[in-house]
């Protein structure tokens, strides 16, 4: 990504090492790619607007963020007790449907976003042609304050949408102290022409201290008051052969964890063949190009579906391979069976946020 400035004659000037301090300034801010320029005005309340010059310290007193033993690692030795406790213990949570869909199909892809403020999403699979009945945009990061505001704002295709909150979380052990979810309905801003397999671009806010370096997390640990996450795009569409139903959840407040945990995914009385797709922060490999912590089990309806030996894990950060990692977009065919469709994951010590489910009843 490379600033811009646009000079009063419409000059496009671009400079990698000063345009983006000069176009904050001025308050606007280009991003330029390969095939297009899109110009995004800056939003210039801050993500963390109530956060003070304390909060914006490193949260373990007495340490800098680059004490790499105390940064993704698990449960951090100096983190509080009640951070502890709650990682750690078994996490349980039965989530009704936020949104329902009849006669609906779904697709769903993700961009990884940490020391990034940019991405593109390449969502495929959907037939063509295909209406489409939603288009969702999650996304995820942690900051300064326990309870993130309720609305924030994100670009999608260059077009200006405020998200709306759907929880607040422990941060996942990078140090933060909170870490939050939201959702952005772009729904009027996807083809409707029914070519839904497109390239979608992702623009987060950003200031002059947003870290767009692209480095390994893992390698040198930036001082930052945002940590962003990852952004994922969920589409519900229906065509002439659909004939099932989509739940989407997204009501997953204090989900994080670093044990175990189980979601019970509520929903009318369903049987036969479906699909499950899962949306998540902070998975990892391991610590940069290793593989140490990627192990984590996925059971579904009792059914091992991720994790060794039957499969990758669910949590391996593989929507940003080889890096920054960190967010994860999983769709896994499923058997449902009844009212409830349970998911359980086993974690060993890495943390990890659930941001939002799909069940889709084929």
Request: with cysteine; proline share 5%.
């Amino acid at each position: 990504m490379v600033g811009c400035w646009l000079e009063a004659d419409g000059r496009c000037v671009l400079d990698p090492h000063t345009a983006r301090a000069t176009a904050i300034q001025e308050g606007i801010m280009l991003i330029a790619t390969p095939s297009k320029l899109i110009a995004a005005v800056l939003f210039m309340s801050s993500w963390s607007a109530g956060v003070t010059a304390q909060e914006t310290s490193p949260a373990i007193p007495g340490q800098e963020l680059g004490a790499r033993d105390d940064i993704n690692v698990g449960v951090a030795r100096s983190a509080s007790p009640q951070l502890r406790r709650s990682a750690e213990a078994g996490k349980e949570l039965r989530v009704q449907p936020g949104r329902r869909f009849q006669f609906a199909d779904h697709v769903a892809n993700g961009v990884a976003m940490r020391n990034r403020t940019e991405g593109t999403i390449h969502l495929r699979g959907a037939p063509v042609p295909s209406r489409v009945l939603a288009a969702l945009l999650y996304f995820n990061f942690s900051d300064g304050s326990r309870e993130g505001e309720r609305n924030v704002p994100v670009l999608f295709n260059a077009n200006k949408i405020v998200a709306q909150k759907t929880g607040d979380h422990d941060d996942p052990c990078w140090g933060m102290v909170g870490n939050h979810s939201y959702v952005a309905d772009v729904t009027p801003f996807v083809p409707i022409g029914g070519h839904l397999n497109q390239d979608y671009q992702v623009v987060f806010h950003f200031d002059a201290e947003t870290s767009t370096t692209g480095q390994n997390p893992w390698g040198s640990v930036e001082a930052q008051k945002v940590r962003a996450e990852g952004a994922t795009l969920i589409i519900v569409y229906r065509t002439q052969d659909t004939t099932g139903s989509v739940f989407v959840y997204d009501a997953l407040n204090n989900s994080m964890f670093s044990g175990t945990a189980q979601f019970d995914l509520l929903h009318p009385n369903l049987g036969g063949a479906g699909r499950f797709t899962m949306v998540g922060a902070d998975g990892q490999r391991g610590g940069g190009h290793d593989n140490g912590a990627s192990n984590e089990l996925t059971f579904f309806n009792g059914n091992q579906i991720a994790g060794p030996p039957v499969a990758s894990s669910d949590w391996d950060g593989s929507d940003g391979w080889p890096l920054p990692q960190l967010w994860d977009t999983h769709t896994h065919n499923v058997r449902l069976d009844g009212s409830v469709s349970r998911v359980r994951y086993q974690a060993s010590n890495d943390c990890l946020v659930p941001v939002a489910f799909v069940i889709d009843d084929d």
